[in-house]
């Protein structure tokens, strides 16, 4: 026999103030929700599902040289599928699917990313 659990994580971030590797911006707020779960298939597999937001905020009088910017926001949203094989006692197979789709208004700064990774872990 085997136990079936289910692990639900839920973090939630609300005007978090995060020092800015920008050149031109003091800080920024962010505000973000994670939900991630996992959920054991079997004794050797799980699958995990993840999906994530993220609003970021620049604010005009935190900046740090020449004229004033305007406020300006980023929107990140990212959600993920993966299933993990326990192959023995030490090693499993992990293959996974994740989609990210960042805007901003920012120049440039705008993407959407597409990723499939498969990889193996060792765990002792």
Known sequence: TYSVYTVLNVTLLYNKMIPSSRSDYFQYFSNSADVNLRYLLNPKTSIAVNV??????????????????????????SSGVSVRRKLNDILSLDVGYSYAKRDSDFAVEGYTDNTISCGITATY
């Open 52 to 77: 994530r937001y993220e609003k970021q905020e620049f604010d005009s009088e935190d900046v740090l040289s020449g004229t004033p910017a305007l406020d300006k926001t980023t929107n990140i949203i």
